[in-house]
């Protein structure tokens, strides 16, 4: 059939229709999609180059420098050496065990340390680079410098170590450092970034343990460039992180070689005090440990060796070990006695050998007794008759807020791990520790430093620099950070009559320089350094009648371990005090053999600022200190710290 030419029109009219429909809808298609395309490309073109950029460029944290820690001479006790490591970032190596694998081609790497690794990957974010091995070689770096195209992921890098250029000497002073454990990280709400690097480095014990956060410094940070298989291909930058601060101790390096040497072989502790700042001069404890061992990682064989010594090397015995300080003590009684006013200086007491009280004897260590002695005989002679007799007149109470006015039962604030309070006890504390009564037995036994007593070498230290000075001294170990002088902590005057301190301190002079002081043959000869002391004998076994009926065993013929504990503590010069020493020798037998030449020189060696000059001792030792001195192995610690440098 024919069509009409209005048909033809109609037609022509509808497809005018559909192709202006039709365009429309392409038009406004492509009106969107070039609307779609300009939001992509300038709306969010900052967010997607960011996106962009994230996948090529990493953001690394760079650890910083540890702070150096010195003596007050400036000599470097603990430092930062160089080290070079390898690590790897899951993120960028892709397949982990095949770059292992080919990494332990190229280095010598266990099964162990790969394990070790390969768990460590896992537990950490895809971005932390994991240290596979530090502490390599030069050639050993440098083979995995070439080998980096073929180790994605891999990266060498030149870090910082800690040392302990002088070891064992300040190993329980300063300690060391170590991995971040999930221990140390336990109980921080807000970790430092810096902790979740894999094998950081921060303090364990001692002064690198309460002081690390003026050691550690701040993180800096980096922003590297990678290709699509992990490849560092530059930096493009660089912020570095603050260094940690440097720390100077109140430790003289010199005093404290020659006191750890003196020690010896010796279970021992020695405290050296400057008797007008509180400084801590040395604080030895022996045997001592080097603690580089624990920063390279100690090995079974030497950590055992440690541990299963019986004079336990790794016990800071200064301020952990907690011991009766037998006559030690004594001033103490005879103090809190003068101060209650039951007594004065020339009130005597009659020892027959012996004291009965309850019907019970307790003995002095005079078998035969001392007669009648006053308060500066009792002390010079250490007769324990006359202190069983006033402590019972005074009480313990008073005895032991004297104790604690003298700095025992006490924990002092120092920069150093496992300080012990030791025991100062009372009524009250008794009853509280054991749901007991007080019983004249235990003022008997406290009268002497027995019983439930315990100090350390650090409080005894303290008590004598507070007798010596009529000042409440407090000891301290951090003398300057960066440079910046610490203040002094305040130092009242001890509640105590000067005329009663005096009188202590007169005993402790005739100690040492009476005709029957317990300690004249530890005196010192040079009259512009004359000492005061007092000996002391911790007895660690318990004494049977039957043997003190037959006559004691000698410590000589004991085992070690059951040997009594030798004390000595002690000032110089007297009329003018300047230092103060503690001394404690664990199953060393008798304070006035064992403990009182030490502590007399190491006072020497404080005073005069060298080895102590043989016209300090009496002429009939002189041969004997020359010999010791000579056989001594003392240390050149001339260790100069770098000015102010964190390399």
Known sequence: MRRTARDTEESARMIRRRAFLLGGAMSAFVAVLGARMRYLQVDQADEFRLLAEENRINIRLIPPARGLIQDRNGKLIAGNEQNYRVVITREDAGDVDLVMQRLAQIVPLSPEDIEKTLQEV????????????DRLSWEDFSKIALNAPSLPGVTPEVGLSRAY????????????????????????ENPDPVLQIPKFQIGKIGVERWTEDKLRGKAGQKRIEVNSVGRVMRELERQEGVPGADLRLTIDADIQNFVQVRLGDESAAVVAMDVESGDILAIASAPSFDPNLFVRGISQADYSTLTENDHRPLANKCVQGAYPPGSTFKMVTALAALQAGVINSGTGVYCPGHYEMGGRRFHCWKRGGHGTVSLNSALAESCDVYFYDIAQRVGIDKIAEMGRHLGLGMRHDLPMSAITEGVMPDKAWKQQRYGQEWRIGDTINASIGQGYVLTSPLQLAVMTARLASGRAVVPRLLHMIDNEPLPLAEQPVLPVD??????????????????????????????????????????????????????????????WERRDHALFVCFAPYDRPKVAVSVVVEHGGGGSTVAAPIARDVLLRCLTGGIPPLTAYPSAQRGRIETQFKEMKLRDTGVAAPAKSRA
């Open 122 to 133: 896992e537990r950490r974010s895809p971005f932390v680079p994991i240290t596979v091995a």
């Open 165 to 188: 250029p002088l070891d064992s000497d300040f190993a329980h002073i300063v300690g060391y450092v170590g991995p971040v454990s999930e221990k140390d990280l336990e109980g921080l």
């Open 498 to 559: 000067p005329a009663y301190l005096e009188a202590a301190r007169r005993g402790m002079f005739e100690v040492m320089n009476g005709q029957r002081g317990t300690a004249k043959s530890s005196r010192i000869a040079d009259d512009s350094m004359l000492m005061a002391g007092k000996t002391g004998t911790a007895q660690v076994r318990n004494i049977s009648a039957a043997e003190r009926a037959s006559g004691v065993v000698s410590n000589d013929q004991l085992p």
